[in-house]
Each structure stands twice: as structure tokens, then as C-alpha cells.
């Protein structure tokens, strides 16, 4: 099915370890993003892409690099994990004409990290 | 300081009757605002939006109103089903259909309908 895959679904680290979060769609969207959901915070976004070869910092950027790697591809990496990075990290993408809005986004169905 | 906030953590109702969510934000940029309804271990699906050129926005059972002058919007759910438990999001945006354009969200509402 068309949509936003992310991997992988569930991921436990130790505390000063790596990881990368991968992100991939198939709806040729020019625009991809990374966000992190917290109870009571909502969901803030960590980086953005708006287009293939640009990236941009978000509201919470600390502590994260992302990387677009093609027009269908975008990455996100925690160099060196930290407690309070444990969350649902959830991708997503936007582009013009998708579905019922003229504007939205669609979103994977997260990844779980939790770092002890 | 969260430019969009919804103030109610959770809403319990009973099947049939009306749900309504609220959502109010602070930055008069915002032009474009939109609903998310996300299942547990699931991502955000859209909903509905509404354009502030409008006040009122409706798709089927769902409804949604714009008070700019209040900066503040509704999601009125009529009739309420067991399948709407769920958490609501409330978005906002500036500018539409820009690429690169970032939603910023609200906290959510936890939505139990009860049979």
C-alpha cells in the first residue's frame, strides 16, 4: 500500500548509544519531516525537509542529525542517545493534491525508543 | 509556549450523543488548521480541515468551526461511535499547500465513546 514506512517499529537503548531511524515514501511528496510524540506535549517537530537536498531544524532539534537521502528517503539519527530522548517517533510527508485536503500530511506508524 | 493547546486531556461520551473538542492557539499567522484522529499504535490520519476563510467546515459526521477572533476551533462529532475512541489533534498552519510548510500541534484529546 502507498503511504510512509518507517523501521524499525520498536527499539531499546542503552544510554550514550547509537541509532538511525529510517523513513521512506512512495508518493513522490517533495516535503518530509521527523516528529516526536510525548504524553501531554502533543507532537513537535525535530527536523524537516522541504524538498529534496534541504533540511531545516524544528522545535527540538538538540541531540539529532537527519539525513535526505533521495526524494524518497529520510533518516534520522540519534549520535548519542540520552533518557530523555525515549518517545514515539513518527515520519511523515506533504505534498500538493494529496487525498481530501489540499494540504496534510501522512504519517508512518511510528517507531518506539525507549533508551535505559 | 505551546501555540496550539488543547486544554482537555480527555472526553468520555456516550454513544449517539454529540463529542466536541476543543482547540485554541495563539500565533494570528496561523491561516490553515486541521483535525488528526490517531489510533494506539498507529500514526495521525487527517480528518478534516478548514481554511480561515471559512468558519464552518463539515464532512459527514464530522464538523468543524473556526472562531478567528477567539483563535480558538471546534470538532463537533455527531452521532458519536465506539469507533471514534481515539486521540484527537488539533494542527495549525501558515500558509497552504507550500512545500516545507511545518503543522504545529496541539497536545490532544483522548476520546472514549461508550456504548
Known amino acids: 500500500n502507498a503511504g510512509v514506512t518507517q523501521t524499525p517499529k520498536f527499539q531499546v537503548l542503552k544510554t550514550g548509544q547509537s541509532m538511525t531511524l529510517q523513513c521512506a515514501q512512495d508518493m513522490n511528496h517533495n516535503s518530509m519531516y521527523w516528529y516526536r510524540q510525548d504524553p501531554g506535549m502533543g507532537l513537535r517537530l525535530i527536523y524537516y525537509s522541504a524538498s529534496e537536498g534541504t533540511t531545516d531544524k524544528g522545535e527540538v532539534p538538540n541531540g539529532y542529525n537527519v539525513s535526505r537521502l533521495n526524494k524518497r528517503e529520510f533518516s534520522l539519527r540519534l549520535e548519542s542517545a540520552a533518557p530523555s530522548q525515549t518517545s514515539v517517533y513518527f515520519c511523515a510527508s506533504s505534498g500538493k493534491g494529496q487525498g481530501r485536503s489540499n494540504y496534510g500530511y501522512t504519517f508512518g506508524s511510528g517507531t518506539r525508543l525507549t533508551v535505559v | 509556549d505551546q501555540q496550539v493547546k488543547q486544554n482537555s486531556p480527555s472526553l468520555s461520551v456516550q454513544e449517539g450523543r454529540i463529542s466536541i473538542l476543543n482547540c485554541d492557539y495563539t500565533?494570528?499567522?496561523?491561516?490553515?488548521f486541521l483535525w488528526y484522529k490517531k489510533y494506539p499504535a498507529e500514526g495521525p490520519t487527517f480528518l478534516i480541515s478548514?481554511?480561515?476563510?471559512?468558519d464552518k467546515n463539515e464532512d459527514g459526521r464530522f464538523t468543524v468551526f473556526l472562531n478567528k477572533s477567539a483563535k480558538h476551533l471546534s470538532l463537533h462529532i455527531v452521532p458519536s461511535q465506539p469507533g471514534d475512541s481515539a486521540v484527537y489533534f488539533c494542527a495549525a498552519s501558515e500558509g497552504v499547500g507550500n512545500a516545507g510548510n511545518m503543522l504545529t500541534f496541539g497536545g490532544g484529546t483522548r476520546l472514549m465513546v461508550k456504548p
Open positions: 478548514i481554511s480561515s476563510i471559512k
Open positions: 500565533n494570528s499567522m496561523f491561516d490553515y
